[in-house]
Protein backbone atom coordinates (compact mmCIF):
# COMPACT_ATOMS: atom_id res chain seq x y z
CA UNK A 1 0.00 0.00 0.00
CA UNK A 2 1.20 3.55 -0.60
CA UNK A 3 -0.41 6.41 0.10
CA UNK A 4 -0.34 9.71 -1.87
CA UNK A 5 -0.89 13.34 -1.06
CA UNK A 6 -0.84 16.21 -3.30
CA UNK A 7 -0.38 20.05 -1.92
CA UNK A 8 0.20 23.33 -3.62
CA UNK A 9 -2.95 23.64 -5.33
CA UNK A 10 -4.87 27.25 -5.59
CA UNK A 11 -6.29 30.24 -7.24
CA UNK A 12 -3.89 32.06 -9.89
CA UNK A 13 -4.24 33.97 -12.93
CA UNK A 14 -3.64 33.36 -16.72
CA UNK A 15 0.24 33.48 -17.45
CA UNK A 16 1.31 33.00 -13.66
CA UNK A 17 2.95 30.01 -12.13
CA UNK A 18 2.42 27.24 -9.21
CA UNK A 19 3.66 24.47 -8.55
CA UNK A 20 2.40 21.60 -7.00
CA UNK A 21 4.03 18.36 -4.55
CA UNK A 22 3.01 14.52 -4.53
CA UNK A 23 4.63 12.49 -1.61
CA UNK A 24 4.27 9.47 -1.29
CA UNK A 25 4.79 6.52 1.35
CA UNK A 26 6.39 3.26 0.63
CA UNK A 27 8.60 2.21 -2.49
CA UNK A 28 7.99 3.38 -5.82
CA UNK A 29 8.32 0.34 -8.12
CA UNK A 30 7.86 2.25 -11.92
CA UNK A 31 6.64 5.43 -12.01
CA UNK A 32 4.47 8.44 -10.76
CA UNK A 33 2.04 10.11 -12.59
CA UNK A 34 -0.15 13.51 -12.87
CA UNK A 35 -3.70 13.78 -14.10
CA UNK A 36 -6.17 16.37 -13.86
CA UNK A 37 -10.24 16.18 -14.42
CA UNK A 38 -12.25 18.94 -15.30
CA UNK A 39 -15.55 19.76 -14.10
CA UNK A 40 -18.05 17.57 -16.78
CA UNK A 41 -14.61 15.65 -18.12
CA UNK A 42 -12.61 12.73 -18.23
CA UNK A 43 -9.72 12.54 -16.20
CA UNK A 44 -6.44 13.27 -18.48
CA UNK A 45 -2.79 12.40 -18.13
CA UNK A 46 0.05 15.74 -17.70
CA UNK A 47 2.85 14.33 -17.05
CA UNK A 48 4.30 11.04 -15.87
CA UNK A 49 8.38 10.32 -14.34
CA UNK A 50 10.26 6.92 -14.26
CA UNK A 51 10.82 6.45 -10.91
CA UNK A 52 14.35 5.05 -11.07
CA UNK A 53 15.63 6.37 -14.61
CA UNK A 54 13.94 9.82 -14.46
CA UNK A 55 12.63 9.66 -18.27
CA UNK A 56 9.85 11.91 -18.77
CA UNK A 57 6.30 12.34 -20.20
CA UNK A 58 3.68 14.97 -21.04
CA UNK A 59 0.99 15.58 -22.90
CA UNK A 60 1.38 17.86 -25.72
CA UNK A 61 -0.88 20.48 -24.16
CA UNK A 62 1.74 21.06 -21.54
CA UNK A 63 5.28 20.66 -23.38
CA UNK A 64 7.11 23.80 -22.92
CA UNK A 65 4.74 24.75 -19.72
CA UNK A 66 5.13 22.13 -17.36
CA UNK A 67 8.12 20.25 -15.77
CA UNK A 68 7.57 17.46 -13.60
CA UNK A 69 10.60 16.36 -11.45
CA UNK A 70 11.19 13.98 -8.51
CA UNK A 71 13.59 13.42 -5.17
CA UNK A 72 13.78 10.02 -4.67
CA UNK A 73 15.17 10.60 -1.17
CA UNK A 74 11.66 12.47 -0.11
CA UNK A 75 9.47 10.11 -1.86
CA UNK A 76 8.03 13.02 -3.85
CA UNK A 77 7.34 14.24 -7.45
CA UNK A 78 6.62 18.08 -8.60
CA UNK A 79 4.81 19.75 -11.02
CA UNK A 80 5.88 23.01 -12.31
CA UNK A 81 3.24 24.87 -14.15
CA UNK A 82 4.16 28.14 -15.57
CA UNK A 83 2.22 30.26 -18.43
CA UNK A 84 -1.03 28.87 -17.05
CA UNK A 85 -4.08 29.34 -19.01
CA UNK A 86 -7.67 29.17 -18.08
CA UNK A 87 -8.34 25.73 -19.63
CA UNK A 88 -5.70 23.96 -17.19
CA UNK A 89 -8.21 24.42 -14.79
CA UNK A 90 -8.63 21.03 -13.18
CA UNK A 91 -8.10 19.10 -10.05
CA UNK A 92 -4.89 18.03 -10.12
CA UNK A 93 -4.06 14.15 -8.97
CA UNK A 94 -0.79 12.30 -7.79
CA UNK A 95 -0.40 8.72 -9.22
CA UNK A 96 1.45 6.08 -8.33
CA UNK A 97 2.60 2.98 -10.97
CA UNK A 98 4.04 -0.39 -9.28
CA UNK A 99 3.94 -2.00 -12.67
CA UNK A 100 5.22 -1.62 -16.44
CA UNK A 101 1.89 0.16 -18.44
CA UNK A 102 1.35 2.60 -20.71
CA UNK A 103 1.69 5.49 -18.57
CA UNK A 104 -0.57 7.43 -19.91
CA UNK A 105 -3.39 5.36 -18.92
CA UNK A 106 -5.30 6.29 -15.80
CA UNK A 107 -4.13 2.53 -14.60
CA UNK A 108 -2.14 3.41 -11.99
CA UNK A 109 -2.06 1.50 -8.72
CA UNK A 110 -2.62 3.92 -6.34
CA UNK A 111 -3.85 7.75 -5.78
CA UNK A 112 -4.02 10.57 -4.15
CA UNK A 113 -7.40 12.78 -3.70
CA UNK A 114 -6.62 15.45 -5.61
CA UNK A 115 -5.93 19.11 -5.06
CA UNK A 116 -7.64 21.73 -7.20
CA UNK A 117 -5.87 24.40 -9.74
CA UNK A 118 -7.82 27.79 -11.10
CA UNK A 119 -6.72 29.74 -13.36
CA UNK A 120 -8.63 33.14 -13.81
CA UNK A 121 -8.44 34.84 -17.14
Known amino acids: QVDVVESGGGLVQAGDSLTLSCAAS??????MGWFRQAPGKEREFVAA????????YYRDSVKGRFAISRDNAKNTMYLQMNSLKPDDTAVYYCAVCQRPMNLRSTKYDYWGQGTQVTVSS
Open 26 to 31: GNILVA
Open 49 to 56: ILWHGGDT
